[in-house]
């Protein structure tokens, strides 16, 4: 048994660590990434995504302030929305223990494999720097156009694929990935796959191909809205694909890279060629969708924990 300040800091820790369970589950249940939303532009899509994969990690915060705030506020409401006894004791026997060990064993095996992609990256990327010629270009048949890294990002065209491509070809290759690197998509990739990862593999699957797909599409975008025809995009998206699978190259979604071609290429092609713009989704809206899972994770917690309480101990 612990008294005193850790132990409140491990109840603190307990109740975080329901709120994010809960939001694991809410998020899985809504299914957000597995409705095609055709209708809802790149970047919204991108947006609700973030949000899904970060719901769990503010409902662990949010939570744990409004505990904080039943414990030093004298408010009836919130005491009755959030009443935990015995706050300054903790039995690393009890069943609050558990949720919390598996939620860091989780977290440490998480931070191992993310670890694990990055250093695979920054070495790949290292390597590729190494291989370009005098003209900052790969000397290789093979064509390829991709950007990688992750606070200096770059964008790596080989010979192969420049001596097959016209001029306005390439440029919107380039404007592609340049868009790319000005996001630091392969950073954030990073970062979504980190936080994705602590949903089930079924789950996070769909979320991480998802993502990639509003990244591809939006970089499609910026190659756009610097005068390029979208039709030129297009058939310049097919060119690419055609040029890569010709020689074995294919694109891979999982990646932390973000290559031109063959990722997603049918409906990058149907997005670039819609008839009517894609709608954009009202920060507004998500903001009233985070809170509605937080008020029903506020009024779940308390009770899921009291409900477990009576069962341990009757």
Known sequence: MIIGGLALFLNFFAVATLAFFFGVAAVSAVGLFRT?????????RRRLLWL?????????????????????????????????????????????????????????AVAVKTYRSAATHLRAYGLLKLALNDEQLLESKVPQAFSAGFLVPEVF?????????EKNELQIVQQHEQAHVERRDS????????????????????????????????????AVSQGTNRADVAMTLLKVTKLMRAYGATGDMASLKCAFGDSEVKARVAYLMLAQPAR???????????????????LSVDSVHHVIETLFTH
């Open 36 to 44: 095609p939303w055709q209708s809802i532009d790149a970047s919204g």
């Open 157 to 165: 065209i080989s010979t192969g694929l420049i001596d097959q491509l």
């Open 52 to 108: 899904a994969v970060s719901t769990p990690w503010l409902l662990a915060l949010g939570v744990s302030v409004f505990f904080l705030l039943s414990l030093s506020v004298d408010v009836s409401w919130v005491g009755q929305l959030m009443h935990w006894h015995h706050v300054n004791a903790f039995n690393f026997y009890s069943w609050h223990a558990y949720p919390s060990l598996l939620l860091l064993l989780i977290f440490v």
């Open 187 to 222: 950073l954030k990739k990073l970062v979504f796959s980190f936080l994705s990862s602590f949903f089930p593999s079924r789950v996070a699957q769909p979320m991480r191909k998802a993502m990639s797909l509003c990244m591809e599409q939006c970089a499609d975008e910026c």
């Open 280 to 298: 954009s989704v009202p920060l507004v809206l998500m903001m009233a969708l985070l809170s509605v899972i937080a008020l029903l994770c506020l």
